[in-house]
Structure formats: C-alpha cells, structure tokens
C-alpha cells in the first residue's frame, strides 16, 4: 500500500534531537581558506558585492547590529523551525560575534556572545551591553569579563507571547533620543518593564520603547498589521520602519511612517485594536510593496551619488524576492512619500535577507539566513537547513560616508512655539509629537485651536489631535478648550459679523473659514472625546452632528456616540424620526417628495455611516425595518447597502418578508449580496428557482446561485456555470461570477478535474477566483493536474507567488515547487528586467528626451495615449487628464503608468462593466452619478446615462484599460520624447 502523501500543512515540527549537524558548533571558530564568491546578482555600476562570512564562521544569520569597535552581532538560527513550546522547553538559537582582525573587510573570528536563545531577531549595541530582541521580550547581555561571551543576561522587558513563526520581537535600536525601540507582532502582549508592572495588554502588533534600564515602557504605535519587522531613524528622529501584511486583500507589506500614538487599523482584524485611543479612521501609509516578505531597513549615507536633491536613501531587504530596494524619501506634507529602486537582486531563490546594516565605513552589510525557514512567510514550503546563510558586504565609490548619527535636541518652550507655527508641515508636526510627549505643555489654548483648523493632511492632523488632547490634562481645561473652539467656530459661520479681539485671534496665518469647515468641529469633537469630555453640551454637539449633511463631520460623531447606549438611543431616534418626516406614506403627500429628496439621500448616506457598527442592537435593527419597508429608493438601498457590507450573518425577523417581497419583484445584485450576507435558508427556494431561469440574465442567476445557504447543484446548473467560463461571447460581469461560484459551491473530485483545463486559459481576475479548486480536494493525482493546467496559464504571474502557495498548501510541496514555482519564475522574470529598466530609462529620459518631438508624438497618436486622454483640446478624456501632470508624477511615475498601467491605477479611472435589462453590456469608466443613472464613457469615448434601475449589475475590474505593451508600439526615442513632453506639462 502506497504511503500517504506528506502535505506542506502536516510537516511535522522538528524535535529537540533533529537540529542539524550544520547547526552545532564550537564556541569560538576561525575562518580558515577563503571565502566563496559572490552569487550572481545584479547591482548599478561601481558598486561591489563581496562575501564577508560564510559557514562556519556563520549558520543562518537574522537580523543585528554593529558595535562601537566595529564588531558584527548577528542572531544566528540553528535550523530548525520550531513552535513556542519547543523554544522555550531547548532553546537552540544564538547570538554571534564576528570579528574582523585585519580591517581587510572580511570577518575571519566567529564567537558564541550567547547561547540558548528562543528566537533573536536583532541587536543595539550601548555602553559595553547588547540589547537583544528574542521572545518573549528584550535583554541585556554584557561581557564583563571581555572574553567574547556574555556572562551576564537580564530579560528587562517581558510578556511579548511568540508562536515561533517570527512574527514577534524584532530589533532593538537605538533612538536619537536615548532610548531603544523595538517592534511586535500581533500575537497579543502582556507588556511589563523591568520591574514587573504590566505597561499595556491587548493583541495589537506595533512599536515600543523603554529606557536602556528597562524602565518607563511604553508604546510607541499600535496596529492591526501581522509583523511589523524593521526601524530606522531618521536625523530629526522620525520613525520609519517596514511592516509584513498590513493590508490582507491583497495581501501587501509596507513602509510605514510610525506615528506617535498612531493606531493603525486594517479591516479584517479590527478587534486587535478595540478599546485604543483612535484619532484617525485610516492612519497614512508610506508605500505598499506588495506580499513580498519585508525585513530589515536601514538609513545609508550612498545618496550623494544618485541624486542632488534632498531625498533620504532608505534599505530594505525583501525575504521572498531575494532583492535589496532603495526607497527615495521626500518630504509629503507632514510625512515622506517613497519611490522604490531595485539596488541588489541575488539570482538564487535559496537565498533569503534578512537584514541590511550600514558599517563603520559606510559600506552595507547584508544578512542571508538561507534556506532554512519555512513557517513563516517562506517563498519556498520546504526546509533546507542545508542551504547555509551568509554575510555579504556592498562597496561603492570611496566618496561614501556613514550617516552621521543626530544626538536629540532638548526641548524649550520658544523652540516649541516656534515649530507649531512653522508654514513647514514637517517641522510642525515633530513639534505637535513634543507637545504630546510632555507632561505638562503650557501650550496657549488659542494656539491648538488654530492648529486644528489649519492642518491639510493626515499625519499632521493625527498629531494636532493627539498633542491637543495630551496638552488638556484636566476635565475643567478640556470642557474649556472645547467651548472656546466651538466659540471660534461661531463666529466663522457668521462671516458678516466683526473680528474677534487680536488677543483671541490665531497664532497662525489661519483662514477664518477654516473654523467654519466641518472638518475642523470634526477634529474637535475628536480631541473632547479623547479627553474624557461626557457633559450635556457635548452630547448636544453629537446630537446636532447627527442630521448635519456632511459626512466626515457625522462619522466622527456617530463614532463617538455608538460607545454610549444613551446617545445611541437619543442618535437612532432622531435618524428615525427624520426618516418618518421625509418618507410620507399617502398618495395625495406625493408631491412633498421633490422637497425632500435632497434630505432623504444625506439621511440615508449618515445612517449607512453609523448603523453598520451597532447592527446587533435592537434598535438599530428595527431602524433598517423602517427603512426596508421605505416607499422611497433612498432607504431601501441604503438599508440593502448595510446588510450586503456586514460581516456577522445577523439577521432579524421582520427583514424577511420584505427581502424575499423584493427578490420576487426585482432581483437585483444589491438585493442578492444582501441575502448573501444574511447566511439563511429562508431564502433558498426562491434563489433556486431564480437561479434556473432561462429567462434572467446569467449575471443575476450566477448571483442567486451564489447566495443560496445550502446549494442544490444540478447538473444543468454545474453546465451552466462552466459553459460561461469557455464562452468567448459572456460579458466579463458573467465570467467573473461564474468563477467565484466555483471558489464557493461545493464539488465532487469528477467536477474539479472536469473544470480543470480552465485553470490553464481565464484571465488573471477569474484565476484568482478559480485557485480555490486545490483545496476542494487533497487527492494528489488532482492536485497535479490542478498544478499543470495553471502552470500554462500566461496570466500566472498576476497573482502574488504566495496566493499560489497558500493555495496548494494542503497538497504534497513539491506540487509547488516542482510545477508552480518554475513556471511563476519565468512569468516574473521578464517583469523583473523590465522593472530594472525604469531607473535608467528615466534617466535617459531626462538627458536625452525632446519635449517638442513628444509633443509632436502624442498629437499624431503615438503609443495611442490620445484615444484615453487628453492634454488641454487635444484627445479624450476617458483616463485622466494631462494637462498638469508633470506636477504630480516624475519621469519614473510615468515610465511605469506606460509600462505597467495596472500596478498604478489611477482612482476613481477603474473600469467598470455595467450589465442592464435588455441584455447589453458596456465596458467603460464611470464619469458621474446623476439622478437619472450612471453617466458613462465607453472604450470608444462615447458618454451614455445608464438609467438606475435598468442597471442589473456593476462590476469593477482592478486593471485597466490601458493595455500593457504600448512601448513596444514605438522606437525607444519617441517613448523617451514622449515622457519627456508629458513631464513638462506643468
């Protein structure tokens, strides 16, 4: 009898007595022989990559540090991958010392610093101690008696819980301030200092800090993101650090801007960060590398040589891609905005870093932990303990310098005020995050106030608000701050009436209709709320916010009422009432129905706002009742809205009848994503027999098929869903159903292996949809063929190499790696070395591009930019307009629109395919909503009005309609002229 298959799921733990030959060895080792050469890889001209340690001097190194003498500290991993029990019980992991005795560059002394460590993952060096991140918390090491072992360990912060995947404790570094930061994963924390007090528990990932003695813990930033991994510091002592899946779908790693007292949210993992102090719905966010495993950054002082102008040159490794970035960092607004260039790419898919470190000399040393992790985000599902990691060392032109290091700036209450009213948004926001960190700011009043109504972007507002509700330390300054803004407020509104006094008028150059905005109540609301303020006449704002038509200002408010049952009483039945006053129920009331349209579409709009959130209160639900059973569209979509976005199949009885009433009169794609939610067999009947009727159109009987609770598949209907995904003639709408029926219904082995063949020719969209058919089965024979018929797909390379992995993860490794990852390589790599192409080609650009001839070029059509867009008269505006774009995008912003017009699609440009009655589809962009229907521009530039309730589906594709390929369609000197041209148009 043939052995089961081994599945990447069931690979069982190593055990205390499996850690690898290649991992044990001796406590001090020389390197003897030279090293091996470097692996090929790709790097810019004059620069060099060397070997500087390899086995045995090293195993797998992670992440570290380098000390004041030039010494390299690395945790080193021994191979195996281990869970939290086994760590703790055998602790196999290390931390070494590498010395370099003869300055040549090359590391030729490797030394145990310490032995028995969990999981270290990387290391400051301060005061003849070093400061190590290994679960579950930080330690001090000190080698007192200098013989290159540590004889003395103090774990100083504890209560960071760990799995074993290292999505945990990263770093520490050490801050221009003194003190050391360090990073968590969301594995939940019970965080305590050195003296045993619990700080903070909850099961937010972020960024924390504490004194070199392991006092005064605190946050720094917390989040819902799974690991955030690395920290640099920049020279005014901005935070900035890399961060594994903040954004789950689809998945993408990130370079975030920490904020002080940053709460940083992601939607599927909200209760992670239940309770915090939140100033901002959506925290700003550097730049989204995609799932590409981020780890270790680094500021490195190489910037002189690529650039004249004042960009920071930030590194970062990539685990899964085996690539170093430069990141371009600019000033944007209060943070920095980032422009990614490929610097180092190894050409070894065993080869994995882990961590990128500036040396004494200004070089760049690189961490390869090789090939030996697999459960956390590997690209590969396999263990190879025998691929061994290694140190590699960048060189470049000898003008390179290290980064000079900026000791913190003591804090005076001139300087202070001085930086809140800077015009520089940079300097004041670190003036705002000041303000925050003291005890006790004698910050005037007038002051805050001003700096709330003037802030113009997301990271400045987020630190007006938190420095503004840390100044206000007692309930007496708070109900006084807020009574003097809305005060300031007040009298914005009555533009007619006289000045305030010069001594009530702002510090700042602050427009007075500013106060006015309701942006800026918004943000006073926020700052009362986060100072505890509860008294009647902060109710009373909640409450007038309430029925107030502007949207930011309502969320804000009903965000802070949905946390008291008493105001949500007093909201609800003010909404309801509202409703009834704007909703008359008698034909002869008819005609009041113009008068209130206008307030029935801002009602409903700030019901679908603050009802979501509180949909398991009874009054909430009896709220939607009311709206169900409306006369008028307004409610009855908005309550539809409400029930297709939730997330927790709640449902009530008195929705059922009315649902199931509208299902029979008019199925329409709200209505069925709505009872899709509901998760109810009430329904089941009559999406059955909706979704065997001939006589509606597929789209719409694909979706009642999709929201039966419990799916009867027939054979006519099992044909009908795979006869969409091979008719050439189905709208895309159609195809992009019919693909996530089969990701949703369940299926016997023969119908996976008979839609198969499939796998091998849907678009990139539907292939997303359609990899669910490897875990409806786990029989191996299926599985391959799954593999092989995908493989062959072109469009393989438009999903991330994880979708794949995770896909195939309940089936035999080598499925992946034998037939998938093969395939996903070479797909990649053509997209690779044209992405290497746009730092020179923008270059190019720049010394050899003609403005005159691009102009020229785009006039007679060349490239056919001309039949989507349009520069003042000339072209069509189907994609955005061209006329200013120089402003806002540099030759690489537009090498890369032309290049890869999907990876920068421009918002609001989304193309759109819109299904109606009578059979047609059309495929365009959305130019406006109008009361009479969607106004739209098709392919060929044609505007049409798509009545609303012709309309039976709408369904947005995340590509566009810019096709990839267009710089094939010219010689390289017109591409050139032609963003040249377009760049100048400013």
Known sequence: ?????????????????????????????????????????????????????????????????????????????????????QLEKNPPNRILVLDDTDQDGVYDQSTVFADKMTFPQGAAWLDGSLYVCSPPGLWKLTDKDKDGVAEEREMIV???????????????????????YWCHGRKGHVAAGKDGKVVHEGKASGVWSCLPDGTDLQWHSLGCADNPTGLAFTAEGDILGTCNLYYSNPRGDTLMHWLYGGVYERADQMQAIAGLPRTMDVMPVIHNFGHVAVSGCAFGGWGSEHSKDDKLHLYVTHFNTQRLVRMELTAS????????????????????????????????????????????????????PDMMGSVYRIRGPKTWKKLPESPAQAVDSDSLLLGL?????????????????????????????????????????????????????LESDARNFLHQAVLRRDAALKISVAPLSPENQSRLATKEENFAAPEYLARVLKVADLCGVKDQAFHKLIIQSSIYPDAALFKTAMGIAARDPELVRAVIGELSEQIAVTDPTKLDQRSLDELNAKKRQTLASQVEVFLPALLSQIQAQELLTQMLVSNHDAFKQCALRILAGQTLGIIHESWIEPLKSQLVKTPTPLLLDAIKKLKSAHFDGVLQDLAANTHFPLSIRLKALDAVRNVKLTA??????????????????????????????????????????????????????MLTLARKTKDPETGRKLALHLAANPAIGSQQESVYRTAFSDHAPEIFETLLH???????????SKKRQLGALADRVIQEGRIQEGKKHFELGKGTCIACHRVGAVGRALGPDLSKIGAIRTERDLLESILFPSNTLARDYEAHVIETRDGQSTLGVIRSHTAEGLLLMDVAGQEKTVAHDHILSDTTLMTSLMPMGLDATMPEQELLDLVAYLRSLK
């Open 421 to 473: 009213q800077s015009t520089n948004l940079q300097t004041r926001r670190r003036a705002l995050e000041k303000v925050a960190h003291l005890d006790s700011p004698d910050i005037p009043h007038e002051l805050l106030i001003s700096v709330l109504a003037s802030v113009s972007d997301a990271a400045s507002e987020h630190a007006a608000i938190l420095a503004s509700s840390r100044a206000l330390r």
């Open 158 to 180: 504890s209560g960071f819980d760990y799995t074993g995947n290292a999505a945990d404790v990263h770093g520490p570094k050490l801050h221009p301030n003194g003190r050391l």
């Open 716 to 769: 006519e209907l099992f044909e009908m869903i795979t006869h969409v995904l091979t008719d050439a003639t189905a709208s895309p709408a159609a195809r992009i159903q019919a693909a996530n029926m089969i990701s949703s219904v369940p299926m016997t082995k023969e119908q996976v292996l008979s839609v198969a063949p499939l796998l091998a020719s849907v678009g990139p969209v539907e292939l997303k949809s």
């Open 822 to 832: 093969p395939a996903y390589e070479k797909a990649t790599a053509a997209m690779e």
């Open 333 to 384: 607004g209060a943070t920095f905005k980032a422009t990614e260039n490929e610097f180092l790419k190894i050409k070894n898919p065993d080869v994995h870093l882990t961590d990128v470190i500036e040396d004494q000399d200004g070089s760049l040393l690189v961490l390869n932990t090789g090939g030996w992790f697999r459960i956390g985000c590997p690209s590969s599902l396999m263990a190879k």
């Open 1 to 85: 009898m043939a052995a089961k298959p081994l599945r990447a799921a069931d690979l069982p733990p190593d055990s205390s007595d499996q850690i690898p030959a290649e991992g044990k060895r001796e406590t001090v080792i020389i390197r003897a022989g030279k090293l091996p050469e470097a692996p090929p890889h790709t790097l810019p001209d004059r620069y060099e990559l060397e070997v500087a340690a390899a086995s045995p001097l090293v195993t797998h190194p992670i992440m570290g540090c380098v000390d004041d003498q030039g010494r390299l500290f690395i945790g080193d991993a021994v191979g195996v991958n281990w869970n939290k029990a």
